[in-house]
């Protein structure tokens, strides 16, 4: 049994300026990159989901180590990209017993945040990483929960709904990465 990584990365970043899957950090490497190699240390498979700008992020990005998978309907929030990356993940097989759904506008997420989240990872897993007592990404969704989760993502809700209705395990990754989702070019 295996966990996976499903980068979410579809977004047009209309708040941005620019499809986040594109936008630089400081030392160049591009936001999906990042969120592909961090994946990449503790995941395996990585599913990258592309929405606006995809032949463009698929040209310029280093996505090597990901499966990449298109989001026609990204113009109608997050709920589209994490039921087309649901969707991909099922379609890999039944190896994989939970996925890691990473953001691509928090690039702080850091290998020892997922090092921590990992070993709950189960079939039945819903496990939310806090920093400072605040819930935050990435969030462990063991595979029986996909179908659900799927099910009730609305708009740019994504799994909110369904973690709320849920029990959930906390972990504390306080210390441990950055969890500012980066709507604007300032953070």
């Known amino acids: 049994m295996s966990v996976a990584a499903l980068v979410l990365a579809a977004g047009g970043g209309s708040r941005y300026g620019m499809p986040k ?32 700008a995809m032949v463009e992020v698929w040209q310029r990005a280093d996505l090597e180590g990901a499966t990449v998978v298109g989001n026609r309907d990204w113009e109608t929030g997050m709920a589209s990209s994490l039921r087309t990356g649901i969707q991909g993940l099922q379609a890999l097989g039944a190896g994989i017993e939970a996925a890691a759904v990473m953001l691509v506008d928090v690039p702080g997420t850091t290998p020892e945040v997922l090092a921590r989240l990992l070993p709950h990872a189960a079939p039945d897993a819903l496990v939310v990483p806090t920093f400072d007592g605040v819930p935050g990404h990435p969030v462990l969704l063991g595979r029986d929960h996909w179908a659900g989760v799927a099910d009730s993502a609305t708009g740019d809700e994504g799994a909110r709904a369904y973690l709320r209705a849920h029990e959930v395990t906390e972990v504390d990754c306080t210390g441990l990465g950055d969890p500012t989702d980066h709507d604007t070019p300032r953070g």
């Open 21 to 52: 899957a594109l936008a630089p950090l400081p030392d160049g490497e591009l936001f999906v990159e990042r969120a592909v190699r961090t994946a990449r240390t503790a995941c395996d498979p990585v599913l990258v989901v592309l929405g606006a």
